[in-house]
């Protein structure tokens, strides 16, 4: 399984990936490098910031949790912290992490996170 290593707030985050042509196409974009995506807070339950390029959706009705990352009308990059319920594209999960722990990492307010994938 592909990781996906977001920092922000001086913390590492580790994802496992999905497998579907939109993390496909991350991957792709990743693979020259890292990405860095300003996000902004949203109606308090998750992070949201746009990718440089679209990505090709694989949209379904998906219940959300904390910790789930997703792709949003192709090109915004998503970090939930609590619950949602929308047609959107599963791009993984953050490991191991409570949803304390990930609304203390993620702060209130605007982040700067670095996207990479695992070597």
Same mark, same amino acid.
């Given at each position: 399984?592909?990781?996906?290593?977001?920092?922000?707030?001086?913390?590492?985050?580790?994802?496992?990936?999905?497998?579907?042509?939109?993390?496909?196409?991350?991957?792709?974009?990743?693979?020259?490098?890292?990405? =860095?995506?300003?996000?902004?807070?949203?109606?308090?339950?998750?992070?949201?910031?746009?990718?440089?390029?679209?990505?090709?959706?694989?949209?379904?009705?998906?219940? =959300?949790?904390?910790?789930?990352?997703?792709? !949003?009308?192709?090109?915004?990059?998503?970090? !939930? !912290?609590?619950?949602?319920?929308?047609?959107?594209?599963?791009?993984?999960?953050?490991?191991?992490?409570?949803?304390?722990?990930?609304?203390?990492?993620?702060?209130?307010?605007?982040? =700067?996170?670095?996207?990479?994938?695992?070597?």
């Amino acid at each position: 399984m592909s990781k996906l290593i977001i920092e922000v707030n001086g913390c590492n985050l580790v994802a496992t990936l999905t497998d579907n042509s939109s993390v496909a196409a991350l991957k792709k974009l990743l693979a020259d490098g890292s990405v =860095t995506i300003d996000m902004h807070d949203f109606s308090n339950f998750e992070k949201v910031g746009d990718f440089p390029t679209e990505l090709p959706t694989n949209d379904e009705q998906i219940d =959300t949790d904390y910790g789930d990352l997703i792709l !949003y009308l192709g090109k915004r990059f998503v970090i !939930y !912290y609590d619950k949602n319920s929308w047609n959107f594209t599963k791009l993984g999960h953050i490991d191991n992490i409570t949803q304390n722990e990930l609304k203390s990492i993620l702060g209130d307010g605007d982040v =700067t996170a670095n996207l990479s994938l695992e070597k």
